[in-house]
């Protein structure tokens, strides 16, 4: 895939797992025109500006990147990204995968979820003077988002002088749609544009995710680098051998065709378990559809579950060990961490734990990954490992692409629309009448209707 990322499929094969739920190379070769036909339709809905998530890689970050050099000058030493869903999970995803030396900008934090005790804890801790806010929302309509903008625009001007408050947020929104867009120029606020063709969990290379790691400091010439190098070969390389993302996709469409309804994809780097949580948005919202192309309903989807190596060795392994035959358990592996500590050779150690001397806790952490990979096995339980050699700038834009297209990929082999939500839309209009929005009262109605019954 890259040099420090690769994937790793042996556990998925019938000779491993059996031949109801296996994946063997010849199944996935007969599925070959099916894929090299899907890759050549998203190119061309690339190429007549329907999918811009395919160009997003090829945004040009040295203006941005100037522009948050200002920031810095200015004295702005916190950003808090205010967004929901894709607004805010990629943008989290690398943050959370970035090495220390990767953030030298504003440190970051996220407003999403509107619990009031976590964004009281989280304004509250603020030196609100030094902070930045990025309003972040495609459609400007999102409730939580324009919601915690106006908490937070108060208290910035209760702390700054009404005068003073505008400077301290910027909007990423559509370039004319939505109720965010006009505030922009009323309120005087800094902009960035969401290009209307990228949907929200397919952003993170658009300013949606460029601005905030901008601002962060984040190498983003690498990480998108990393990007094109991945799409690269899932636009135009026609074999499995090379394109990864097609490979991918015929893994997770075969599995998914012999009834394994779930995939777990189990970190075993905390770094990365945002990472899963983009992943699961990006598979559920993308995949989980009622109908297909044609509007015959097909009720499709594979539920995206999120696990934690190794603390859920302690918690799920069992149900994923001797549970219902139903899941994949997808390993996110680091060979090489940041740091790493040693554990102290102590000549007091009870004889059952000398063998920790003098061990480092990644190779304690590799071991009992390397058991529970073992286990699953020999459970005949389906298994597969992204590897990366350490999480550089270059393989998480790399992973992050290679979704992104498998996910795309996906779409055309199930025959789906991959790119919208409407399952999401009826709750946020519901929501909507409920507040009391003028128009909305039909929706409020269905709420009040179900509530009774
Ligand atoms: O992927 C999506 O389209 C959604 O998750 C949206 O990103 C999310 O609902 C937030 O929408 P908006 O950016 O319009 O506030």
């Not at 909007?171 to 922009?184: E, H």
């Not at 990228?198 to 952003?203: A, C, I, L, N, Q």
């Not at 899932?234 to 394109?243: I, P, S």
Request: proline share 4%.
């Amino acid at each position: 895939m890259l040099k420090n990322l690769r994937y790793e499929r042996a556990g998925l094969g019938s000779d491993v797992v059996g031949s109801e739920v296996g994946v063997d190379q010849a199944a996935c070769e007969a599925l070959l025109p099916r894929l090299n036909a899907g890759r050549r339709a998203l190119g061309e809905r690339y190429k007549n500006g329907e999918l811009g998530f395919i160009g997003s890689p090829d945004h040009d970050v040295k203006e941005l990147q100037q522009w948050a050099q200002t920031k810095r000058e200015q004295g702005f030493k916190d950003q808090v990204v205010i967004g929901i869903g894709g607004s805010n999970l990629g943008t989290r995803a690398i943050l959370d995968a970035a090495r220390q030396e990767d953030c030298s900008g504003l440190r970051p934090h996220c407003a999403e979820n509107i619990d009031p005790t976590t964004i009281k804890r989280l304004l509250d801790g603020l030196t609100l003077e030094t902070t930045l806010f990025l309003v972040i929302t495609k459609s400007g309509t999102t409730l939580e988002t324009m919601g915690l903008f106006w908490i937070a625009y108060d208290r910035v001007v209760k702390a700054v002088g009404e005068e003073n408050a505008s400077r301290h947020f910027v909007a990423i929104t559509d370039p004319t749609a939505g109720s965010l867009r006009p505030l922009v120029e009323s309120m005087g606020l800094d902009s960035f544009d969401v290009p209307p063709n990228v949907g929200g969990r397919f952003s993170v290379f658009t300013n949606v995710g460029l601005v905030p790691l901008a601002l962060a400091g984040y190498p983003l010439e690498e990480l998108l680098e990393g990007a094109r190098t991945v799409r690269e070969s899932a636009l135009h390389d026609d074999t499995l051998a090379k394109n990864v993302a097609m490979q991918l996709a015929a893994d997770q469409y075969l599995l998914c065709s012999a009834g394994i309804s779930q995939v777990v994809m189990m970190s075993y780097s905390d770094q990365m378990l945002s990472m899963v949580d983009w992943f699961r948005q990006l598979w559920a919202e993308s995949l989980g559809k009622a109908v297909n192309r044609q509007g015959a309903e097909v009720n499709v989807g594979q539920t995206p579950i999120k696990a934690w190596g190794v603390v859920d060795q302690h918690s799920q392994v069992q149900l994923y060990m001797e549970g219902p035959r139903d899941k994949h358990v997808l390993f996110v592996e680091v060979n090489e961490f940041e740091v790493d500590l040693r554990i102290p050779e102590y000549p007091k150690l009870p004889e059952s734990i000398q063998h920790l001397s003098g061990r480092t806790l990644n190779e304690v952490l590799q071991a009992e990954l390397a058991g529970t990979r073992a286990a699953l096995r020999q459970a005949g339980r389906p298994t597969s490992r992204l590897i990366f050699e350490r999480l550089e700038p270059g393989a998480l834009g790399g992973f992050v692409f290679c979704w992104e297209m498998v996910t795309a990929l996906m779409g055309e082999l199930l025959d789906i629309d991959a790119f919208d939500q409407p399952g999401v839309e009826l709750g946020k209009k519901v929501a909507h009448g409920l507040l009391g929005r003028p128009g909305f009262e039909k929706y409020a109605a269905i709420a009040n209707f179900s509530e009774s019954k």
